[in-house]
């Protein structure tokens, strides 16, 4: 199966939790947020190319970021880079790269990947994913690919699935976003996984799925040219701004999960930055020259590393220092980030998104 396999990197998104320092021309996927000398989308290039060649890599992202995109994958196939004009969520943009690449090739296999995952483990990631595409049974289900958790995370999906004694194991539900209290429980119950937001299907049961569970948009782009960009625009334009988890994964039957046992994190915002990164006696992540007393478990950053920041009498916060902007928050208030960028669009400061 993997000589059929083509792999679509989800870089559409607008990394608005990573405010101030990902901005709408300049989003996190596009960022060195772990200072390891190469973005987050070159990352996840390189991981999923340990296992594909380049020209089975597909791209979906903003049109806005062809030049970055350009400048940070030179070597990429440019007719491989689905550059949507507007941005409508990923059941839009799983269901325009399946449509592209089933055109041309009826017999793939599609591996959706996020741009903006950190796993280290880059050989038991590739290994697992093998493993999954020579022995599972890509008849009719679509895979995924869950994360044991390692605490109650509010801001992940869970996946609960059946147990049984088998490494594609059959998805029972999906729960977004959880409180604490019911994220504690799916911990306890020892039968939930993370969402990792990895998918592995054939492109012709993702469009079966769409024909079943979300007609409008599966007619939408099963109807015209799908290399035809005006054409493209235009179903863009009518289409829902949804989830693929919720148009698709909520719905469809069968979906299996395998457990990834390597270390992964989704980079979604400042957590997760915080907690990858290496700390101090007091819990403290520090990227910049900083002064500190009584300060605990924060995270203080500036994109210019020369730049002193002191700070004093402070518990679990975020102090990010960008040319144009300060973000002081709670980190339990790391939610409200997506709220202050809103505010920001709605008053006309456009200068700070």
């Known amino acids: 199966m993997i000589a059929h396999t083509h792999a679509v990197i989800l870089a559409g998104g607008s990394g608005t939790r990573f405010w101030p320092l990902s901005r709408a021309a300049r ?23 340990q ?27 440019s007719h491989q880079c689905l550059y949507e004009p507007l941005q409508r ?17 009826p017999e793939a296999i599609l591996w959706i990947v996020p741009a903006d995952h950190y796993i280290p483990d880059v050989e038991d990631f590739v290994q697992l994913i093998r493993t999954v595409l020579e022995n599972c049974d890509f008849s009719e289900a679509i895979y995924t690919v869950g994360i044991r958790p390692r605490y109650p995370h509010t801001g992940y999906g869970y996946i609960q699935f ?14 977004e976003k959880p409180s604490r209290q019911l994220a504690e429980l799916f911990i ?12 592995i299907a054939r492109a012709e049961v993702l469009r079966k799925a769409y024909a079943q569970h979300a007609p409008e948009l599966y007619e939408l782009f099963t109807e015209i040219d799908v290399y035809d960009m ?34 992964w994190w989704d980079l979604g915002g400042w957590n997760a930055l915080y907690e990858i990164s290496p700390h101090d006696s007091e819990g403290n992540s520090v990227f910049t020259k900083a002064y500190i007393q009584s300060v605990k478990d924060s995270l203080i950053l500036s994109s210019d590393p020369k730049k002193l920041i002191i700070a004093e009498g402070l518990s679990d916060y975020f102090i990010i220092d960008t040319p144009d902007a300060l973000l002081i928050i709670p980190r339990a208030q790391e939610q409200n980030i997506r709220e202050w960028v809103q505010r920001l669009r709605s008053e006309g400061e456009i200068d700070y998104l």
């Open 230 to 263: 005006e054409a493209v625009k235009r179903a863009l334009q009518q289409a829902s701004a949804i989830s693929f988890d919720y148009a698709i994964m909520e719905k469809y039957a069968p979906v299996a999960v395998v457990e990834g046992t390597f270390r």
């Open 27 to 49: 989003p996190k996927q596009f960022l060195d947020v772990l200072g390891i000398g190469k973005s987050l989308l070159q990352a996840t290039v390189e991981r999923v190319h």
């Open 51 to 77: 296992l594909l060649p380049l020209e089975r890599l597909w791209l979906s992202v903003s049109q806005l970021h062809k030049p970055l995109v350009e400048a940070q994958l030179p070597s990429f196939p």
């Open 162 to 175: 059946i147990p049984k004694p088998a490494f594609c194991k059959p998805v029972k539900t999906f729960t």
């Open 89 to 105: 969520n990923t059941a839009p943009s799983i269901l325009w790269a399946t449509e592209a690449i089933f055109r041309q090739y």
């Open 188 to 199: 306890q119950s020892g039968d939930f996984l993370w969402n990792s937001g990895m998918f």
